[in-house]
């Protein structure tokens, strides 16, 4: 049986393990998490685009009754019966022929303010890039949302520190209904290249040489997202996406780039 630390041991260990983190780490999940945080502790935050997806990697639905469903209708226009799909099912999912979706729960700010808290790991883990130079940004399947307002006062609130210039909150699903790990390799391609007078449409990103992302569902991450971006956003630069899941607050790498 292992050896029970005294409490006073217990906080001194627990005092050298967050100090040791906030000197050296980029992603302060938990230390179980050792492969992920060894990769990436010696990336320096001034050099790094942190981004994240949102549903149930930035923040969670504890209660099932609140969260946000997408619902599907049927060749009538009809809601199927049933429940909806919640954000993780709604990443995977493929409509039958005829079908269509209904995104009028997932659009709507005040469901999500209502419903949605915070996974402080993740949330920390971008505070900690902003505030030590570099970019955190949130990317998410969702389109555009009612009230946008709403959303990042509801953000605020959780912690996040929407209000730095090197925050910025993405939707993907502007680019449509195709897949979302296509759909994000978009986005963070608009974020990386320049426009045609060398400018950044989000924030300088010509320092950026490390590119680490966030997400629950492992196609965002891994190389089907890595194998659409584009020569431009990738040229000299690390790719690390981490898969997430949300349940044990477990942080694996589902791909690496490599050093550059």
Same mark, same amino acid.
């Given at each position: /049986?292992?050896k /029970?630390?005294?409490?006073?041991? $217990?906080?001194? @260990? ?8 906030? *000197? ?19 990336? =320096?935050?001034?050099?790094?685009? #942190? ?14 009754? =609140? ?7 049927? @060749? ?6 049933? =429940? ?5 099912? $709604? ?5 039958? =022929? ?15 303010? +209502?419903?949605?808290?915070?996974? *402080? ?6 505070? !900690?890039v #902003?505030d ?9 399947? *969702? ?6 307002p ?6 605020? +609130? ?5 209000? %730095?210039?090197?925050? %910025? ?11 979302? %790990? ?5 986005m ?28 629950? !569902? *492992? ?6 997202? %890595? ?8 040229e ?22 490599g050093?550059?």
């Open positions: /049986m292992a /029970m630390l005294g409490f006073k041991q $217990f906080l001194l @260990e627990s005092t050298r393990a967050t100090f040791s983190m906030r *000197r050296t780490g980029l992603v302060p999940f938990a230390r179980e998490n050792k492969e992920t945080f060894d990769t990436i502790k010696s990336f =320096k935050p001034n050099k790094t685009l #942190l981004w994240s997806d949102m549903d149930d990697t930035a923040v969670h639905y504890p209660d099932p009754k =609140k969260v946000a469903r997408v619902h599907v209708k049927d @060749e009538t226009g009809e809601r199927i019966s049933g =429940k909806g799909l919640t954000p993780t099912e $709604f990443n995977s999912h493929k409509l039958e =022929k005829g079908h269509s979706y209904d995104f009028s729960e997932f659009l709507d700010s005040k469901v999500f303010e +209502q419903s949605a808290h915070p996974i *402080r790991e993740t949330i920390s883990t971008m505070n !900690h #902003l030590n130079g570099g970019h955190a940004h949130i990317v998410t399947a *969702r389109s555009d949302m009612k009230d946008h709403i959303l990042l006062g509801a953000l605020k +609130q959780m912690g996040l520190n929407v209000d %730095h210039p090197n925050f %910025h909150l993405h939707r993907a699903g502007n680019f449509g209904r195709g897949p979302t %790990h296509e759909n994000k390799a978009k963070l391609d608009k974020v990386l290249t320049p426009n045609e007078k060398g400018k950044y449409p989000y924030g300088d990103m010509s320092g950026v040489k490390n590119v680490v992302g966030i997400d629950d !569902h *492992r196609p965002n991450v891994d190389e089907n997202m %890595h194998s659409n971006l584009s020569n431009t956003s990738t000299g630069r690390r790719f690390v996406g981490i898969h997430f899941n949300p349940k044990n607050k477990e942080a694996k790498i589902a791909y690496d780039s050093t550059n």
